[in-house]
Every structure is written in structure tokens, then in C-alpha cells.
Nanobody, 119 residues
Framework: QVQLVESGGGLVQAGGSLRVSCGAS????????MGWFRQAPGKEREFVAA????????GYADSVKGRFTISRDNANNTVLLQMNSLKPEDTAVYYCAGAARFDGEYDYWGQGTQVTVSS
């Protein structure tokens, strides 16, 4: 089993930056992909970004491309999401997730961290 814990959320003004991080523990050798998702009030959870845990390839939702950067620190089992040029519509609970397969499904989830962008 893998445990994921997010940190770094908070309140920021529009145009500002914030970095959220996710620490993984447990059977981390099973992780192939790490991703970030978000869920705004009244909306479904949506994909934000993902990174191949071993190769480092990344992918982003169109809504965050060019503003957000996902990175990994394998030595510390940590994945980071640097968020720049934040917009009020980025306000959501951000969840870290880990996948043990390459089929698009995520097996492990963190508890989430709130990111609020004020206008």
C-alpha cells in the first residue's frame, strides 16, 4: 500500500504563485505515474497534471498548460506542482494520486489540500 500526503495549499491573489507538494510512503516502488487532480465546489474532479515516476515525462490539462509545472524528487518520494499565474477558476481542492499501472486508473489518493485564488 502507498500513502500520499499533500501540503502547501493556501490563499493567494490572482496572478500569484503557489506550490503544492505530495509525499509518498509505503510501497513506493509500485508507483509508475504520479498525478494531480482538483475538484472545485459543485464540479467533478478533473485531471491537472501527471508525471512518469521513472522517466519524467509529463502531461497537462489544457487549462493549466504553460502555467503549472509538475516535477518529482525520487530520492525523497515527493511530487511537486508549481502553480504560476493563478486564476480564481483554479480554486479547488487539489489531490495527489499515484498509479501502479499504465491504464489511466489511479490506485492511491491523498486527502487533498485547499487552494484558493482571490480576485
Amino acid at each position: 500500500q502507498v500513502q500520499l500526503v499533500e501540503s502547501g495549499g493556501g490563499l493567494v491573489q490572482a496572478g500569484g504563485s503557489l506550490r503544492v507538494s505530495c509525499g509518498a510512503s509505503g510501497r513506493t516502488s509500485s508507483i509508475l505515474i504520479m498525478g494531480w487532480f482538483r475538484q472545485a465546489p459543485g464540479k467533478e474532479r478533473e485531471f491537472v497534471a501527471a508525471i512518469n515516476w521513472r522517466g519524467g515525462n509529463t502531461g497537462y490539462a489544457d487549462s493549466v498548460k504553460g502555467r503549472f509545472t509538475i516535477s518529482r524528487d525520487n530520492a525523497n518520494n515527493t511530487v511537486l506542482l508549481q502553480m504560476n499565474s493563478l486564476k480564481p477558476e483554479d480554486t479547488a481542492v487539489y489531490y495527489c494520486a499515484g498509479a501502479a499501472r499504465f491504464d489511466g486508473e489511479y490506485d492511491y489518493w491523498g486527502q487533498g489540500t485547499q487552494v484558493t485564488v482571490s480576485s
